[in-house]
């Protein structure tokens, strides 16, 4: 067995046997151990995810309805000033990983894109009517949003290159499908709600299977004798706060 895996032996294998060898090492390894994004915590933040844009969208509903078309701030400085600050620090955060190329890069350019889009549209919309809505146009249509654009290309393209070569460790062949295709690694089939409440409800049957009294035991003549007499007396420990309903332990 110790041959098989030798790098001479392996070394001469050709390429399709090293994929079909791939592909079953794999397929033994995606049932062993329990996977990642399958358990109640994954679907609880999927369902809050939905909560929040349901609340969100009515928010913004009201907000339409109700802030005046003209309002005063008293911090107008620093709410620019910190703003840059961000996206000062999300061109640090990007420069810094990749340099260092590191997997984070992906997330800066992805913060990075969204502050820069941020940045053009409150730049635009802030000056409309004003002296400095055409320089604030321009900026947003020759800096900011090509710059976006060109992060979330590049954040894009990383995210494929990466797939590519775990689908090559996984002795797939073929080109990328499309990142809307891919599913995330280890999440299980269903809705998130459907599988929250199943969760919940197995984790109710177990409880209530832990606090099930144990089967009577049958009359004490019918035992050995040894097994009728009584247990030798035994310190009192202090037990553990019962959670069974009626005070089962």
């Known amino acids: 067995m110790d041959k098989i895996f030798e790098p001479e032996t392996l070394a001469n294998l050709t390429a ?19 996977a990642p994004g399958s358990g109640w915590k994954w679907d609880a933040i999927l369902v809050f995810i939905v909560v929040s844009c ?96 060109l992060a979330i290309l590049m954040a894009r ?19 990328v499908p499309p990142l809307w295709q891919i599913p995330l690694a280890g999440t299980a089939v269903g809705t998130p709600l459907a599988r929250l409440i199943k969760a919940r409800a197995e984790h109710k049957a177990v409880a209530a299977a832990a606090c099930v009294p144990p089967t009577a035991q049958p009359p004490a003549g019918e035992l050995p004798d040894h097994a009728s007499r009584p247990p030798p007396k035994r310190t009192a420990r202090p037990s553990a706060p019962s959670r069974c309903p009626g005070g089962r332990s």
């Open 54 to 149: 349901v609340l969100l969208a009515a928010w913004i509903g009201l907000l339409a309805a109700t802030l005046p078309r003209v309002y005063h701030t008293g911090s107008w400085r620093w709410a620019w000033v910190g703003f840059d600050l961000a996206l000062l620090a999300a061109f640090a955060a990007t420069g810094w990983t990749a340099w260092r190329r590191r997997q984070l890069l992906i997330i800066c350019l992805v913060v990075l894109a969204t502050l820069l889009v941020c940045d053009a549209w409150f730049d635009v919309v802030l000056d409309v009517r004003t002296a400095g809505f055409l320089t604030s146009l321009l900026s947003a249509l020759l800096v900011e949003l090509p710059l976006a654009i």
């Open 16 to 34: 399709p046997e090293r994929r079909d060898l791939l592909r079953r090492l794999v397929a033994l390894e995606r049932d062993a151990p329990p």
């Open 157 to 175: 393209r990383l995210l494929r290159l990466a797939i590519g070569q775990v689908m090559r460790y996984e002795g797939l062949t073929g080109q």
